[in-house]
């Protein structure tokens, strides 16, 4: 079953060859700048993800270790990719808010724990980790 998705404007739209039943919120200051707030991710191995409108893409190498894709037209935030070499090189944690039908998706990890704001907080538990565990993941570079 393919999951679909697209950008506030229509310009981008995308689909998901695998089913997607978990989502991940991210807390560092990048993601948290570029979403507005934290960021709701699903992981998607690049061969699974099919694009559409993909001229109405601008990417931003936000990192040494991963690029951000949002809608030039619209503005959308869309996902990051993962451009280190190793185990997750081209994966890419599309924003669940793009999604047509988020149903079904549960919010299973929380990562940059360390610098989520006070001000909220999720309920139920989730797998957390730290700046430096994920910096350790991905080789380093700022968060």
């Not at 999951?3 to 310009?11: E, F, P, R, V, Y």
């Not at 991940?24 to 191995?45: I, K, N, T």
């Not at 039908?101 to 299973?108: H, P």
Request: glycine share 14%.
């Amino acid at each position: 079953m393919s999951q679909t998705g697209s950008c506030l404007c229509g310009a981008v739209t995308y689909s998901i060859t695998n089913d997607i039943t978990e989502t991940g919120a991210c807390h560092c200051e990048m993601c948290r700048r570029w979403s507005g707030g934290v960021f709701l991710g699903m992981e998607v191995p690049g061969d699974d993800l099919k694009v559409n409108g993909s001229e109405n893409l601008t990417v931003y190498a936000s990192s040494p270790w991963a690029e951000r894709a949002f809608c030039k037209k619209c503005g959308s935030s869309m996902w990051y990719r993962v451009t280190a070499p190793g185990p997750h090189h081209n994966t890419h944690h599309i924003g669940l808010g793009t999604m047509d039908d988020a149903s079904g998706v549960t919010l299973t990890g929380e990562i940059f724990i360390d610098k989520k704001p006070d001000g909220y907080s999720f309920a139920g538990d989730t797998h957390k980790m730290t700046a430096a565990e994920m910096m350790a993941l991905f080789g380093g570079g700022p968060d």
